[in-house]
């Protein structure tokens, strides 16, 4: 008998973004780094207008430098919970644990970007799984050093139970209501992403299709 898929949706109240090791020296040799930053930065206006919390990692910093200053985690405030340094390849670190079982109400939906999609990416969103949280990944807020990585990687991550997704699909999703409070200035950021979203689509998205 064939096994139905369990619906899996997401609310903001439930919701953390986990934003993985966008970093100075990373920039040269991830494929598409600048789009993936263009993702996060769209995904960090949508935390801010849907009061979602954001946590940050830096993979062993002192030799791969700190978070890129194009991220504009300053405009957060208090959503920004923090940014955490780690050997793990897996964002999952005490640190980063203590922060989410420590949310009220709790943390049951998380929403995963940035690099690399084979290696920290994957980790983080099997060590999620294995503590039951529902995962999220944007396809088009992902990457690798060698392109060809990131496919394999989303479906690894597909296979083991999370939700591959995009960016603008999400952000509908968080918002539910086209009568919420919270959809006009939804609205304007998906105006205003426009350019960088097809063009962050169209950079990564045939990459995984292929």
């Not at 897996?90 to 995963?112: A, G, H, Y």
Request: charged share 20%; net charge neutral.
């Amino acid at each position: 008998m064939a096994t139905i898929a369990r619906v899996v949706k997401v609310s903001p109240k439930n919701t953390v973004m986990l934003v993985c090791d966008l970093q100075t020296r990373l920039k040269p040799v991830v494929y598409a780094f600048d789009n993936v930053v263009a993702t996060a930065n769209k995904m960090l206006k949508v935390a801010k207008v849907l009061n979602v919390p954001v946590v940050v990692t830096e993979q062993n910093p002192k030799g791969l430098g700190p978070t890129t200053p194009e991220l504009a985690l300053s405009t957060l405030g208090p959503l920004h919970l923090g940014t955490f340094a780690k050997s793990l390849f897996s964002m999952i670190t005490p640190q980063v644990t203590q922060v989410l079982t420590s949310r009220e109400p709790p943390i049951k939906s998380v929403v995963l970007y940035g690099i690399e999609s084979h290696v920290c990416i994957l980790q983080t969103a099997l060590d999620l799984l294995e503590l039951q949280y529902d995962v999220h990944v944007l396809a088009d807020g992902v990457s690798s050093c060698n392109k060809e990585e990131i496919p394999w990687a989303l479906e690894r991550m597909r296979q083991a139970g999370a939700q591959i997704t995009t960016s603008e699909s999400i952000a509908f999703q968080l918002t539910v209501d086209s009568a919420s409070p919270n959809f006009k200035p939804l609205a304007g950021i998906v105006k205003e992403e426009k350019d960088a979203t097809k063009s962050t689509l169209q950079t990564l998205l045939p990459v995984q299709s292929k």
